[in-house]
């Protein structure tokens, strides 16, 4: 099926979605990395060296060659690294421009090491002068630095909108946007919902989620729930995925930057595609894609492993295989132009 893709487009899926295996550590994080491969999951991965070297920031040579190594016994590769900037120290202190240069810095070099494409970073986190000490060592490296966006995190938020116009009035092929589709979520997994009903948020505002997830006053109900401190303790965390890892908005809304994205992250949360609230955004997003000179990366990446004990790798692989099917209807229920006239 995956032929059916246009050439360029590559399906991944991220180690992140073994988290719950890493934390349970019965095996080394580099091993369930490379379980994704072994299991017939995924031959190209997505890999968060923070969980997987204890070297982190600057894992070692025989950290990374060892892994680059396994990859290549397996026919494997590595698409993107995830990336951070720790912007405090230990004092804490926040980090100098150079510090924050040293601590990115052997980071690049090891996702070089590894074979990856590229690096992720959140949107932002790199700012424009960090930016610039760095293109030169991405070209140097063969390296793309994406920029990563998600939830409520739109070209029309204020507080991200100097980063898009950063990254598009560059147009630098080493500097490119990664979307995650939770920024496209027309309703909220039901399996969320009811952890929330469970842990004892409001069945009022619990109903008003289920049901008008997509009308922007219900965000305002969810700050109010928020500044009255009426979210039990046992769920805020996970209560706080409202305001910064979910979002609603449609594909029209950031046509505009696709252009400039260069990899997607299929974020997943359930399985359950009633409505669907799954596979639409997937099969939305595709044509708009394509039309935007699109090629990169779709990873399936499992965000659902905070509140559910499910198998990891099922739950990829089954959503990979959804994900193969909504890509494909979108592509041929919008046929681009140049096959439109083939017919």
């Not at 490379?34 to 060296?49: C, K, Q």
């Not at 991200?160 to 500097?175: E, T």
């Not at 409001?202 to 997509?214: I, N, P």
């Not at 509140?307 to 919008?334: C, F, I, K, Q, Y």
């Amino acid at each position: 099926m995956t032929a059916t893709l246009p050439a360029g487009w590559t399906l991944a899926a991220s180690a992140f979605n073994v988290t719950p295996e890493v934390i349970r550590a019965a095996r080394a994080a580099p091993e369930l990395a490379l379980s994704l491969i072994d299991r017939g999951v995924s031959d190209t991965i997505e890999i968060e060296p923070g969980q997987m070297w204890r070297g982190f920031p600057a894992p070692s040579p025989s950290e990374t060659g060892d892994f680059r190594a396994a990859l290549e016994k397996r026919a494997g590769r590595v698409s993107i690294v995830g990336g951070s900037i720790d912007e405090w120290t230990s004092g804490p202190r926040r980090r100098t421009e150079e510090e924050r240069y040293a601590f990115l810095l052997p980071q690049l070099h090891a996702a070089a090491a590894v074979g990856a494409a590229g690096i992720r970073v959140p949107i932002g986190q790199p700012g424009a002068e960090l930016v610039d000490r760095l293109l030169p060592v991405l070209d140097e490296l063969d390296l793309i630095l994406f920029e990563e966006v998600q939830g409520r995190q739109t070209p029309a938020d204020a507080a991200h909108a100097a980063a898009y116009d950063d990254i598009i009035r560059r147009d630098h092929p080493r500097l490119r946007l990664l979307l995650d589709i939770s920024m496209l979520m027309p309703a909220l997994p039901e399996t969320y919902l009811a952890e929330l009903e469970r842990g004892g948020v409001s069945a009022d505002l619990v109903g008003r989620l289920r049901t008008d997830w997509a009308d922007p006053a219900t965000q305002g109900a969810v700050f109010a729930e928020l500044g009255a401190g009426r979210v039990p303790p046992a769920v805020h965390t996970l209560f706080m995925d409202l305001v910064v890892r979910f979002g609603r908005s449609r594909v029209a809304e950031i046509a505009d930057v696709l252009p400039w994205v260069g990899a997607v992250h299929l974020k997943f949360w359930d399985l359950d595609d009633a409505d669907d609230r799954v596979s639409a955004p997937i099969r939305e997003l595709a044509p708009a894609l394509r039309a935007s000179g699109f090629a990169g990366t779709l990873c399936s990446e499992w965000g659902g492993h905070e509140w559910l004990e499910e198998d990891p790798w099922d739950m990829t692989r089954r959503h990979l295989a959804l994900a193969v099917d909504a890509l494909a209807d979108g592509l041929s229920t919008h046929p681009h132009p140049d096959e439109a006239r083939a017919r």
